[in-house]
């Protein structure tokens, strides 16, 4: 699976649109691009992931460079209980295999 | 939509004693379980791979002796720490696949923190 680099945090301002860079540069034509979140002391959990196109669900979307060497994770509407590590994940999109989580990006959404 | 149920929630243990954490797919079958270790301010850890009716697949450097893992049906995985220290203390967190789903169909538990005294 493809190396990700994230930043280690970021902030936002509550009610601000959240911006996540992730920079994927030896992503290879079958990696997939996935973002899972984990909110202090509980289980990740996913939130959106895109091969190629942009993608929009109604937690975020997935902003995907043409060169797919790097995408952001846009938060349109930041909230407290946004506050979490965010995961960028790369890796091929066949069945069973696994997820390895990197350092994620830790975001503070502040009042 | 799926859930995964993750029990115990957290327990604390004596050294030397096995601890027994299991991870439920309540709604969905999963052919595969994985589950992960976690320590303070550090990143998720894959230990090993377990799928239903056959050994687990561990992470290299993950002693298969001591974290024993039995996928015995299709909706249970168990992860027993044989023989617990303090240094095996960190939060486990379970993840089950479903089966046909498509590959953003991974669940999460909501992890169980070990403190072995």
């Known amino acids: 699976d493809a190396k990700t680099t994230q930043p280690t945090s970021m902030d936002c301002a509550e009610g601000r649109a959240a911006n996540l860079p992730c920079n994927h540069s030896t992503i290879s034509g079958n990696e997939y691009v996935y973002w899972y979140r984990q909110i202090h002391s509980q289980g990740p959990q996913y939130i959106i992931h895109?091969?190629?196109n942009n993608e929009t669900n109604e937690m975020a979307s997935l902003i995907i460079t043409e060169d797919r060497k790097s995408s952001t994770l846009i938060l349109p509407h930041a909230t407290l209980r946004d506050t979490a590590v965010y995961y960028c994940i790369v890796r091929v999109g066949t069945s069973g295999s696994r997820l390895t989580f990197g350092e994620g990006t830790q975001l503070t959404v502040n009042p | 939509g799926a859930v995964v149920s993750q029990h115990p929630s957290r327990v604390i243990c004596k050294s030397g004693t096995s601890v027994k954490i299991e991870c439920r797919s309540l709604d969905f079958q999963a052919t595969t379980m994985f589950w992960y270790r976690q320590f303070p301010k550090q990143s998720l850890m894959l230990m090993a791979t377990?799928?239903?009716?056959?050994?687990?697949?561990?992470e290299q450097g993950v002693e298969k002796d001591k974290f024993l893992i039995n996928h015995a049906s299709l909706t249970l995985s168990t992860l027993t720490v044989t023989s617990a220290h303090p240094e095996d203390s960190s939060f486990y967190i379970c993840?089950?696949?479903?089966?046909?789903?498509?590959?953003?169909?991974?669940?999460f538990g909501s992890g169980t923190r070990l403190t072995v005294v």
């Open positions: 377990s799928n239903e009716g056959s050994k687990a697949t561990y």
């Open positions: 993840s089950a696949r479903e089966q046909g789903v498509g590959d953003y169909g991974y669940t």
């Open positions: 895109g091969l190629k």
